[in-house]
């Protein structure tokens, strides 16, 4: 499996931004549905984001609306998650996905290839 490393967590105010990264190996992010994930304490792993393998649809959880989104960098291997005005309801640990193209992106299930996560804070 492809390992995916996520980076650019931390503790930020509320309403500002933060960029996270998932770092692939070379070609992942052509051949798989790329997502983002998260998990408050005590909840369960939730959809955020995701991206198609061609780059041509993405997909947004409700809960994050218009505030974040999703690319992805074929040159880099790279899939970012620009969050915005951010909330507390957003700590969460975040974790990057992978799943086969055709898999229902919102889908946890569909995804078999998971980073170890990165952890953001918001403060209010």
């Known amino acids: 499996q492809a390992q995916l490393v996520e980076s650019g967590g931390g503790l930020v105010q509320a309403g500002s931004s933060v960029k996270l990264f998932c770092t692939t190996p070379p070609r992942t992010v052509m051949w798989y549905t790329m997502a983002w994930f998260r998990q408050a304490p005590g909840k369960e792993r939730e959809f955020v984001a995701a991206i198609s393998r061609t780059g041509s649809s993405t997909y947004n959880s409700d809960s994050v609306k218009a505030r974040f989104t999703i690319s992805r960098d074929i040159y880099k291997h790279t899939v970012t998650l620009q969050m915005n005005d951010l909330k507390s309801e957003d700590t969460a640990v975040y974790y990057c996905?992978?799943?086969?193209?055709?898999?229902?992106?919102?889908?946890?299930?569909?995804?078999?290839?998971w980073g170890q996560g990165t952890q953001v804070t918001v403060s209010s």
């Open positions: 996905a992978a799943a086969q193209p055709g898999a229902p992106a919102r889908v946890l299930g569909s995804y078999d290839n």
